[in-house]
């Protein structure tokens, strides 16, 4: 457990049922932190929710853990927090423009190619190519209704599938028209699972990380 210095707030239909600036960051999974709060600063209606959890005593006594999903919408500060988990103060995301030739293939099909990536860092994670719309071959990809949630890039907006050779490789690129405001380079463009594709890097093959995003392809 580790003090938070960011003012969080929950919000449950159009009333703020939590505000504070004494939040502690606790470590319930290895990968991201939960919100703990103390139990002053939660509405008695939310306390009172079976998801919510009070301790009297021990190292979380008077403290609350409020289940994200028992609130419509968190916020650090004055932004809204999407992902499903409170941000983690050791990850660090960066956006930078690069000058480096990239290809993406998938059996030889050549699915984007572009000498201007945006290459986004983020901790604990593979580096992402984002490629400019222009620069990416959609025949071969097909719009899905997918969407997935980040706590440090946002909402997507869209997903595609892409379909080669008879293949089919489910939501193998993404894209976020209104991302965070930390990644704003990032805007429009599309990454694509560099677990599942063949990246090519100044005319060099980068070997296919291993995540938990590689599945069987």
Same mark, same amino acid.
């Given at each position: 457990?580790?003090? $938070?210095?960011?003012?969080?707030? !929950?919000?449950?239909?159009?009333?703020?049922?939590? #505000?504070?600036?004494?939040?502690?960051?606790?470590?319930?999974?290895?990968?991201?932190?939960?919100?703990?709060?103390?139990?002053?600063?939660?509405? #008695?209606?939310?306390?009172?929710?079976?998801?919510?959890?009070?301790? @009297? *005593?021990?190292?979380?006594?008077?403290?609350?853990?409020?289940?994200?999903?028992?609130?419509?919408?968190?916020?650090? @500060?004055? @932004?809204?927090?999407?992902?499903?988990?409170?941000?983690?103060?050791?990850?660090?995301?960066?956006?930078?423009?690069?000058?480096?030739?990239?290809?993406?293939?998938?059996?030889?099909?050549?699915? !984007?190619?572009?000498?201007?990536?945006?290459?986004?860092?983020?901790?604990?994670?593979?580096?992402?190519?984002?490629?400019?719309?222009?620069?990416?071959?959609?025949?071969?990809?097909?719009?899905?209704?997918?969407?997935?949630? $980040?706590?440090?890039?946002?909402?997507?907006?869209?997903?595609?599938?892409?379909?080669?050779?008879?293949?089919?490789?489910?939501?193998?690129?993404? *894209?976020?028209?209104?991302?965070?405001?930390?990644?704003?380079?990032?805007?429009?463009?599309? !990454?694509?699972?560099? @677990?599942?594709?063949?990246?090519?890097?100044?005319? !060099?093959?980068?070997?296919?990380?291993?995540?938990?995003?590689?599945?069987?392809?």
């Amino acid at each position: 457990m580790q003090p $938070c210095p960011r003012r969080i707030r !929950a919000r449950l239909g159009d009333a703020m049922v939590l #505000d504070t600036v004494r939040a502690a960051y606790v470590w319930e999974v290895p990968y991201f932190p939960a919100y703990y709060v103390p139990v002053e600063d939660v509405d #008695d209606a939310v306390l009172a929710l079976s998801t919510t959890q009070t301790f @009297e *005593s021990g190292p979380f006594a008077g403290l609350a853990h409020v289940a994200w999903d028992s609130v419509d919408a968190w916020f650090e @500060e004055d @932004e809204e927090v999407f992902g499903g988990h409170a941000r983690s103060p050791y990850v660090r995301v960066d956006a930078i423009r690069s000058s480096r030739q990239i290809r993406v293939e998938i059996g030889g099909v050549v699915l !984007a190619e572009s000498s201007a990536p945006v290459l986004l860092f983020e901790t604990g994670l593979p580096t992402r190519h984002y490629i400019q719309r222009t620069d990416v071959d959609f025949t071969a990809l097909e719009r899905t209704e997918t969407s997935t949630y $980040c706590p440090y890039k946002g909402t997507t907006s869209d997903y595609w599938t892409a379909r080669i050779g008879g293949s089919v490789h489910a939501d193998i690129a993404w *894209s976020y028209a209104y991302p965070s405001p930390q990644v704003l380079q990032i805007a429009g463009l599309v !990454a694509f699972y560099d @677990e599942k594709v063949d990246t090519f890097l100044d005319g !060099a093959l980068v070997e296919r990380p291993r995540t938990k995003f590689s599945g069987d392809d």
